[in-house]
């Protein structure tokens, strides 16, 4: 019987056959027993067979995963490396997610930035009507609210805006003023805004401000034949219940408010359509609110400019003419003109705002030094600054061009009455200058100065000049930087009397301010109309601070007397701390410098070049 190797080949052993040489005889036959064991030897012998000395090698293991087969040593790298990257960067990451954070501290504001984070919440001591819950002034509340309910013509009364000063009055003249300088400033400096974190908190305030001033007039309409131009008031030497007479915080007035109605004032009209259009630019990015400006401004704006409307606002009202008293509305022409274009790039309002009549009648070129004085009732440098800023940076040429250089060269001559060495104003021994002529008040036309100045500086920087021509004099734009700087540190502190004229900033600040407001306690008391006199005539310091406010100013001997009665010193007022915030966030250093080009710009069309027309023809 065979047994079959199914490797190939027999096994088969049988007597007489030679095994490695050697012959089996015989006698050498297995015994029986030793056959028994035949199936182990050849199990035995195929093994040796099979695994060979000389050929011993061990298998290779391999793992199929069903898509791709991997030897364990592969596998083994594989793994190691995952493990090794691991160590060498998941961990890492790990262990610095979980251990406690140890930011580096960030630069310390400077003081400037100090400052005009207090000079903003002034404006939320101010605001007039139903007040929002994160408001921030806790002894404000609601106030204001049967505002406007005398005039038939507005739906809902007049409610909302700012109070001006320490009384209860709303002025819709430097109103409108305050909230064109803070859109003003929201434009050139935006980015500074959002680094000091108070971008979203200065819109709301010129947005509470806008919202009041839609209210105004019929900004529905196309054309309107009256505006309200103020809510409140008083009449000098009045003995009845008013706004002057009465020592009360807004939330306790019960006494009469009457609404002043205007169907004349071109003055208020242009202020008004500048501060809208100006809000338009500062609003572009929500376009519903943004169109309703800039409709509300072209509105106001053609009641500017009826020619059956021309007289000053305040001719004729004894609530107004005492306290903000216009003395001319051709610089609000330019003024307004000037914004709506820049807001609407129709080219209709540049044409008015370069029109060689206006500057004329507004003595823009006369060269009187109390017409480079920028304030509330007079925004001629202001105008030709922001006109300026049109030549330098967009360049229009023709037909603009000869307006616009006589513009730039007026402004630059404004800039030159700002230094010292020319003795066009006074100034105090201690570096004030009295823009003014000594009379109270000083600080509101300082800061507006020192904020043109820095900005015309910025504006140079931005285009690559290194200074201006006074004369034959020539000064790197650094001197109008000192002058702004050197301005504002008196106002914070750097003074003979050593007294910081913002409150809350500094050590030294006026406690006596002359506010209604911050001179009452709130201990939820109703005090009537003389019962508040014992909080004006007391020589205590003022419950609460009214934080930012700055203040009237020192006299012209650089003296300050800190007493709530004398409101020449001690008074603020909304037009002012406008000024104050520009000129702060001018100075202020953050991460970004300089000024936002375009932004003012980005709804005037591309201009292309333009030919001045032929000459007419020749005629022998």
Not at 218 to 227: E, G, L
């Amino acid at each position: 019987m065979h047994s079959r190797n199914q490797w190939g080949g027999s096994f088969e052993l049988s007597s007489g056959e030679v095994v490695s040489g050697y012959e089996i005889s015989p006698a050498e036959q297995w015994d029986k027993a030793a056959l028994l064991e035949q199936p182990r030897r050849d199990e035995t012998l195929q093994s040796w067979i099979l695994e060979r000395s000389e050929t011993k090698r061990k298998k290779s293991k391999y793992v199929d995963f069903g898509c791709i087969v991997l030897s364990h040593k592969a596998l083994k790298w594989i793994f190691g490396s995952i493990f090794v990257a691991f160590c060498v960067i998941g961990l890492p990451i790990i262990i610095a997610h979980f251990l406690p954070k140890h930011h580096a501290k960030p630069i310390p504001p400077d003081n400037y930035t100090l400052a005009l984070h207090k000079a903003l919440r002034f404006f939320n001591a101010q605001k007039s009507g139903k007040l929002p819950k994160n408001n921030g002034i806790p002894w404000r509340g609601n106030s204001g609210l049967q505002d406007g309910k005398d005039s038939n013509d507005v739906k809902g009364g007049l409610v909302g805006g700012y109070y001006d000063a320490g009384d209860n009055i709303k002025f819709h003249f430097p109103m409108s003023f305050a909230m064109t300088m803070l859109s003003w400033s929201v434009l050139e400096y935006k980015q500074k805004y959002i680094d000091i974190n108070e971008y979203h908190h200065t819109r709301e305030l010129i947005k509470w401000g806008t919202d009041y001033l839609l209210l105004t007039f019929n900004s529905s309409a196309t054309k309107i034949n009256t505006i309200h131009a103020q809510v409140g008031g008083a009449l000098n030497g009045s003995k009845t219940p008013d706004d002057h007479y009465c020592w009360q915080k807004p939330e306790d007035m019960k006494y009469p408010r009457p609404t002043t109605t205007i169907s004349q004032g071109p003055d208020l009209a242009g202020e008004m359509a500048a501060a809208l259009a100006a809000a338009s630019i500062v609003f572009q990015d929500d376009v519903t609110y943004s169109k309703k400006l800039i409709k509300g401004a072209q509105t106001v704006f053609a009641f500017a400019r009826d020619f059956g409307k021309r007289s000053p606002y305040s001719r004729g009202q004894p609530y107004i003419a005492p306290f903000y008293n216009s003395t001319g509305y051709f610089d609000e022409f330019m003024w307004g003109a000037a914004w709506l274009y820049y807001a609407t790039g129709n080219n209709t309002y540049i044409s008015l705002a370069t029109n060689p009549s206006l500057p004329k009648k507004a003595s823009a070129f006369d060269m009187i030094p109390d017409l480079s004085v920028f304030s509330w009732d007079n925004k001629l440098p202001a105008a030709m600054l922001l006109l300026t800023r049109f030549r330098m940076f967009l360049n229009p040429g023709y037909p603009y061009e000869d307006m616009l250089s006589m513009y730039h060269n007026i402004t630059s001559l404004t800039m030159c009455s700002y230094l010292h060495q020319f003795t066009v104003f006074n100034w105090t021994k201690g570096g004030l200058i009295q823009l003014n002529h000594g009379r109270p008040q000083p600080l509101q036309y300082v800061v507006n100065a020192a904020f043109l100045a820095s900005l015309f500086a910025d504006y140079m920087e931005a285009r690559g000049i290194p200074g201006w021509n006074c004369g034959p004099n020539y000064f790197p734009i650094s001197v109008l930087k000192t002058f702004a700087t050197s301005q504002m540190d008196y106002i914070m502190g750097k003074n003979p009397m050593n007294m910081s004229y913002i409150v809350g900033y500094g050590n030294n600040f006026p406690r006596h301010v002359h506010h209604r407001g911050a001179s009452t306690p709130k201990d939820h008391k109703h005090y009537s109309c003389t019962g508040g006199w014992k909080w004006r005539d007391t020589h205590k310091p003022n419950p609460h601070n009214i934080t930012g406010a700055m203040v009237g100013g020192p006299n012209r001997f650089d003296q300050f007397h800190d007493s709530r009665i004398n409101y020449n010193y001690t008074e603020p007022t909304l037009a002012g701390n406008a000024g104050l915030v520009a000129a702060l966030i001018s100075l202020t250093s953050t991460p970004s410098t300089g000024i936002d080009i375009n932004t003012i710009f980005s709804a005037i069309p591309p201009l292309g070049p333009q030919s001045p027309p032929p000459p007419p023809p020749w005629n022998p």
